[in-house]
């Protein structure tokens, strides 16, 4: 790598390491360490080819999907994530209730599948559409909507608490995927 790819590398790293690191904590189910590991991994593949990727952000993040895949294909053993108590409700209730609510979401994501947790991701977090993350994972449409609803099924019988937080009264919000239908008769 010369010095001006170089350069443009740490740039890049520095830029957007954050970003991505967050990514791949969620992709690796809320396991700090194994997402810098997921990370790291896909920095230096993107390293390799640096010269040659015309996007570097979407190229590292399709190496992080697909190193998830990898892994979750391997069928590791899922090891126990050791968090610390959650802090006492001090003067800032508000700080203390979204640590809450963060602890309460990253256990429910580490119960969930690979499999799951990464739709859930690259759906929500990543905010791609069904076609997208399809695409990424290799599967149909309709595998990504049948594990998407099997997913949230299971994400809200392992943390009902979190069904408090979405729309007031069990309203639905609309599929941005899908455009109205007029149906006559």
């Not at 396991?31 to 790291?40: C, F, M, S, T, V």
Request: aromatic share 6%; proline share 4%; hydrophobic share 40%.
């Amino acid at each position: 790598m010369d010095a001006e790819a170089q350069e443009s590398f740490r740039e890049f790293v520095a830029n957007r390491s954050s970003a991505l690191l967050r990514t791949a904590v969620l992709l690796s189910g809320g396991d700090r360490h194994a997402g810098e590991d997921l990370l790291q991994n896909a920095l230096i593949k993107a390293a390799g080819r640096w010269h040659r990727i015309d996007e570097p952000e979407a190229y590292v993040r399709q190496v992080l999907y697909r190193q998830q895949i990898s892994r979750w294909r391997l069928k590791w053993r899922a090891r126990e994530l050791s968090v610390a108590e959650p802090p006492d409700v001090g003067a800032d209730g508000e700080a203390s209730a979204a640590a809450e609510l963060r602890l309460l979401m990253r256990g429910a994501l580490a119960r969930l599948t690979a499999r799951q947790r990464t739709v859930l991701v690259l759906r929500y977090f990543e905010d791609l559409p069904e076609a997208e993350v399809a695409r990424v994972l290799g599967c149909s449409v309709g595998t990504v909507r049948s594990t998407t609803h099997r997913s949230l099924a299971r994400l809200r019988a392992l943390a009902p608490e979190l069904g408090a937080l979405g729309p007031a009264g069990g309203e639905r919000r609309p599929s941005d995927d899908y455009s109205p239908v007029e149906v006559r008769s």
